[in-house]
């Protein structure tokens, strides 16, 4: 049974993202026999090629995805090597669960507002220094390089990195190595950038691709920061694939296709980057320099986290405020009066999305958690050394969203499957297992195996071992990724809109349908239950330790 | 496991679904005594946009009044676009489900309208056959069985009618722009305070239309299919008026509003003096909802504005049609269409000749004093008609390939 857990997990995972980009990939050469599509043809790709803009488009997804990625690095790299031991490090180890559980597109809306021209920061300054009476008309967001949603997608994706890095730096022994290049008497960031950061990357590769394919597809984001006059590539598709004229669906089908291509370039701009990156480092690391550049790292590299970590948490003030607001205009800073309004006119709404989000994110982590726990059962119980073919597990991460998920729904259709629940927790397990996988699989693997080693010296069976030793030794790491895995499941749009066909509403899809009518205060509603819910995961998932674990702490110290 | 655990749910609830629907072919409206039985104890999925909280409210209450008088459960699916239920008809369509489509009811006009009534995706002709049609009065008010210059013939039944409506804030602007020339020169004086959703936004794409019509003097040829005439000789003054105009826009020019209710914020936000929507009551429910101030107004240009009836239509795959006509027909009562009207409910337009109703059902479009930032009551008589969906179409491509890059 046990046995089966790779297999399964990796047919779950391949088999919709395969059936969705067959799906996809046939009428993006014509075959689409509904709207008359009867044989191959590159007519799609020549309409594609024929819309104006389309090579900004491309650029623009290609950029900030890069950018924004190598910018959230850059960011949690200087900070992990700067801050060690600090109270900075404390303070932003603590926060940095709560501003991964905020919603992309509630820090977009909420960022838009800080830095809009009629936004918090603006007001902040008007009209006392600035002398605006009115919002000055100037593009910042919206802006047609992209600066502003590169910006965006940089705040976002540094928690999740900086999550990542936490949870592999225990395996490197970063003491030992930090002591003993201060002992040859590198100052303490470079000591750190020099023995500790060539360990860590190729521990959080995995995760760095995942985010360069997010944010080279991502929409939600892209609609509210993103450019305009051409907008993204992956804006653009989403509209071709709604517009009211549907032999567009063609093109569209097509664009999608494009979308993966444009993913997959930036994924080996990076290797390519990585590559070269190796090549002009290697003096660097040997060439026994321990003290220059030290301050400048230090200092950049403690404000920069700060900084993005104080615009999140701002974004989510703005919000807060709207969702708060009376009638509130430019320049005053405060609104003009508080009421409870909004919260109340949508308190009776939240309830049934609230209870499906619940719902679903429960099921669909809990089974991945399962099966997860299974696969490296399996593989620390057979000696396995960890699958190369478990790299398909990131597929579903790799694979933009949008490329697939319109062609699921003609799969799943096809075969009788109709929209329900079901459905929707299972398209949500195609994006949670990769996270769990990805937050569960290290820890679990160092835990020290003798302390199963003792367990079955003293005559254990190999499941009880499992229940009694490894499971409780493994609980906080266990807790964590399963908070992360409600926090992803939280978060999809796409996937329940298309795979439930809007009948089951979580408040994810409800908060999109809202925010289409632009209403700020209600988005602030909605964007705040919307990160509270992860949050509140994320605060039992450290919590729970705590309190079930009172008796074994001596154990696990 | 998880497989076939999903799976097994999956074959139960068809099963279930299988057996609870009746085989029979669809229902026919002109029976209608047959639908309200076959109605009774069906759940409609109305794909519905799903942005403003007042509609949201108002299919709420129409929910609790077909729950409590027909035993039908209406479930408000809340679309972002209703081109995304469009795109799901047609990929069910695709994959051979001809039966038991997701989507039993769309609040449906226009292009879209048109796109399904061309792919077959729609059931009927119903429309007429509803005992409140005749409430409507069709024969007098042809613009309820008419969809931008498309004859319905059945497939759609008339909801509720939009007329694009300027709105200002009267404490910084005396005199609004009557007409689009007007629009030009106080743009050219007041920089930066004007602008309209980016295309192929519906509400951006209507500026362009209304724009269209009173710039161009062959206004026959919009009612044609675009096909038959010279686009270009027939748009060229439109563009050298946003030529013009462009320059003066919010942001230059180099960026616009995503949405028609994005226009709204912006007002909002101060950082325009002018803006437009669909919804003549809209002003006046932003302003009760302290998102605008008390001091904004409504009005229509002298020339009158565009207008048009939205409808509501049924999927050829429904498997719930009875269930969708009776809401259809529902909808079209004189209970709820004055409760659409009332502004502390959404403030939507009537489709029905009030004045040919009796005096009971008058009584219930009576509604107290009107709301200072709403439209006067006679503002709305000067309706424009839609142009033929395919212009829209023709106008999108043609904005996006001189503006689309910039």
Known sequence: MLRLAPALIITLLVLPVGAGLVMVMLPAFGYLPVLGGHEASLAPWQALFAQPGLARSVAVSFASGLVSTAMALMMVVLFLAASRGTWLDRGIRRLVSPLLAIPHAAIAFGFAFLIAPSGLVARLLSPSLTGWERPPDALIVNDPWGLSLIAGLALKEMPFLLLMSLAALPQLQVDKRLMLARSLGYSPTLAWLKTVLPSLYPLIRLPVYAVIAYATSVVDMALILGPTLPPTLSVSILSWFNDPDITRRFMASAAAVLQLGVTLAALLCWWLLEQLTRLLTRNWLTNGSRQRGEIALRMVGRSALLLSSMTALAALVGLGLFSLAGFWRFPELLPQMLTLDHWQRSAPMLVKPLLNTALIGLASTALATALVLATLENEHRQHLQPKRALWLLYLPLIVPQIAFLFGLIVAAESLGIRPQLGLVIAGHLLFVLPYVYLSLAEAYRRLDPRWLQVASSLGVSRNAAFWRVRLPLLLAPLLTAFAVGLAISIGQYLPTQLLGAGRVTTVTTEAVALASGNNRRLIGVWALVQAGLPLIGFMLALALPRLLGAKRRALAT | ?406
């Open chain 2, 1 to 406: 496991m998880a497989n076939n655990r999903n799976g097994l749910v999956a074959t139960i609830s068809i099963t279930m679904l299988a057996l609870a629907l009746p085989a029979a072919a669809d229902p026919a409206p002109s029976n209608w005594q047959a639908v309200l039985e076959e109605a009774e104890g069906q759940t409609v999925y109305w794909n519905a946009w799903g942005g403003d909280t007042r509609t949201n409210r108002y299919i709420d209450w129409v929910a609790e009044q077909m729950q409590a008088q027909y035993d039908v459960d209406v479930a408000h699916v809340k679309l972002d676009d209703t081109g995304s239920a469009v795109a799901r008809v047609l990929a069910e369509k695709q994959a051979g489900n001809h039966d038991d489509g997701s989507i039993d009811l769309i609040w449906i006009n226009g292009e879209n309208f048109a796109a399904m009534r061309e792919n077959d995706l729609l059931f009927g002709p119903f429309a007429n056959a509803l005992p409140n049609f005749a409430l409507t009065n069709a024969d007098e008010n042809p613009e309820v069985v008419t969809d931008f210059t498309l004859p319905t013939e059945g497939y759609e039944s008339p909801w509720g009618k939009a007329q694009i409506t300027f709105y200002y804030d009267s404490a910084q602007m005396e005199t609004p722009p009557q007409d689009m020339q007007a629009l030009l020169a106080w743009a050219q004086d007041n920089p930066g305070q004007f602008s309209y959703p980016r295309i192929p936004d519906f509400t951006g794409s209507t500026f362009l239309k209304q724009a269209l019509i009173e710039l161009s003097d062959q206004d026959e040829a919009l009612y044609q299919p675009v096909e038959d005439a010279d686009f270009e000789a027939v748009t060229e003054p439109l563009w050298t008026y946003l030529d013009a105009l462009h320059p003066h826009l919010w942001r230059s020019g180099r960026t616009f509003p995503d949405s028609g209710p994005n226009l709204r914020t912006l007002m909002s936000d101060g950082e325009l003096s002018l803006a437009f929507s669909f919804y003549p009551t809209d002003a006046a429910v932003a302003v009760k909802e302290y998102e605008l101030p008390e001091s904004v107004r409504s009005y229509v240009l002298e020339g009158g504005t565009l207008g048009n009836v939205h409808f509501v239509a049924i999927p050829y795959n429904s498997p719930h049609k009875a269930g969708a006509m009776v809401l259809a027909n529902f909808l079209l009562s004189p209970e709820a269409q004055a409760e659409k009207q009332s502004l502390t409910m959404w403030g939507d337009r009537s489709v029905l000749d009030i004045e040919q109703l009796d005096a009971d059902a008058q009584a219930l479009f009576e509604q107290g004093e009107r709301h200072p930032s709403e439209l006067p009551a006679d503002a709305l008589s000067n309706t424009l008609p839609e142009p033929h969906p395919s212009w829209m179409t023709a106008l999108q491509d043609a904005w996006l390939e001189r503006y689309g890059v910039n």
